[in-house]
């Protein structure tokens, strides 16, 4: 299972971005997609999750200003970020688990997208 992230770039504090994350391949189910993120010399970090019901659950640092979604039948999640502070720079990284059409398990991570907020 393949997962392409796009929509990241370079923002002022308080803007907006929409990130973008599809997953492809030998897909059966998937259970829960979401997005972490990992700043220069930190660890990666969960910034959001939501389950194929559509149950979310954010880190506290984003929520209100975050909010994630997904479209079922596009096996896409998307990352909506607003008011976005200089400490949200990161690479955000998308991830899928669930099953496979050959029936197994699968944990996939894209590629990582910059996001960048600075003035």
């Known amino acids: 299972v393949q997962l392409q992230a796009s929509g990241g770039g370079l923002v002022q504090p308080g803007g907006s971005l929409r990130l973008s994350c599809a997953a492809s391949?030998?897909?059966?189910?998937?259970?829960?997609m979401g997005w972490y993120r990992q700043a220069p010399g930190k660890q990666r970090e969960l910034v959001a999750t939501?389950?194929?019901?559509?149950?979310?659950s954010y880190a506290d640092s984003v929520k209100v200003r975050f909010t994630i979604s997904r479209d079922n039948a596009k096996n896409t999640v998307y990352l909506q970020m607003n008011s976005l502070k200089p400490e949200d720079t990161a690479v955000y990284y998308c991830?899928?688990?669930?099953?496979?059409?050959?029936?197994?398990?699968?944990?996939?991570w894209g590629q990582g997208t910059l996001v960048t907020v600075s003035s």
């Open positions: 939501i389950t194929s019901r559509g149950s979310t």
């Open positions: 391949g030998s897909i059966l189910s998937i259970h829960v």
């Open positions: 991830n899928s688990e669930g099953w496979t059409t050959l029936g197994a398990k699968y944990d996939s």
